[in-house]
């Protein structure tokens, strides 16, 4: 059974970079099919997909976060991460990471981490 | 961007009642291009339906959707105490604002 696990810092500062890192166990990261994905969820805004990206490094922003984010894969550890930019209390939310499966009718998400919390604040 | 609306924002019934979850979308939509998940507190979005009426592994048959054009149903025919949460539609990159449907 595939699992997702997110690791990283709770509490950052503003205006400095976060970094997430989502381990993916019981499964190949390389994998045509899917994509990896971060989403976040905050109590205002809901769940918002930041971006996403496959095996070979094709990465998917939402136009939202364009500027100041970035994701990147680590085939070798079956890994992927998010970096975000400029961070503000807007920011504080529950990072989750994810697998979207792609189809030819649409796209899911269809196995998820637990999510970790990050604060801003200083 | 296509904007997904869920009605109503909270739903309360009681176990072995009906609930009906309604999604709008802001354009006409492809109904196989539409998910649903369900939320419990403290735990990630659970994927119950994609693909027009394909459920997930594990999801038992009360849970159903449908619906064209710009308007989709999630249905539970009778509701269990475990299906009390939070159910959200996707489309692409976009999530609804999500329904709490709640023990009445």
């Known amino acids: 059974q595939l699992q997702l696990q997110e690791s990283g810092p709770g509490l950052v500062k503003p205006s400095e970079t976060l970094s997430l890192t989502c381990a993916v166990r019981?499964?190949?990261?390389?994998?045509?099919?899917?994509?990896w994905v971060w989403v976040r969820q905050s109590p205002g805004k809901g769940l918002e997909w930041i971006g996403s990206?496959?095996?070979?490094?094709?990465?998917y922003y939402h136009p939202s976060f364009m500027s100041r984010v970035a994701l990147s894969v680590d085939t070798s550890k079956n890994q992927f991460s998010l970096k975000v930019d400029s961070l503000t209390a807007a920011d504080t939310a529950v990072y989750h990471c994810?697998?979207?499966?792609?189809?030819?009718?649409?796209?899911?998400?269809?196995?998820w981490g637990q999510g970790t919390l990050v604060t801003v604040s200083s | 961007e296509i904007v997904l609306t869920q009605s109503p924002g909270t739903l309360s019934l009681s176990p072995g009642e009906r609930a009906t979850l309604s999604c709008r979308a802001s354009q006409t939509i492809s109904a196989s291009s539409l998910a649903w998940y369900q939320q419990k507190p403290g735990q990630a979005p659970r994927l119950l339906i994609y693909g027009a009426s394909s459920r997930a592994t594990g999801i038992p048959d009360r849970f159903s959707d449908s619906g064209s054009g710009t308007d989709f149903t999630l249905t539970i025919s009778r509701l269990e105490p475990e299906d009390f949460a939070v159910y959200y539609c996707?489309?692409?990159?976009?999530f609804g604002q999500g329904t709490k449907l709640e023990i009445k």
């Open positions: 994810a697998r979207l499966r792609t189809e030819s009718f649409g796209n899911y998400f269809d196995s």
């Open positions: 990206i496959n095996y070979g490094g094709t990465t």
């Open positions: 019981g499964g190949s990261i390389s994998s045509n099919s899917y994509y």
């Open positions: 996707q489309h692409y990159g976009t």
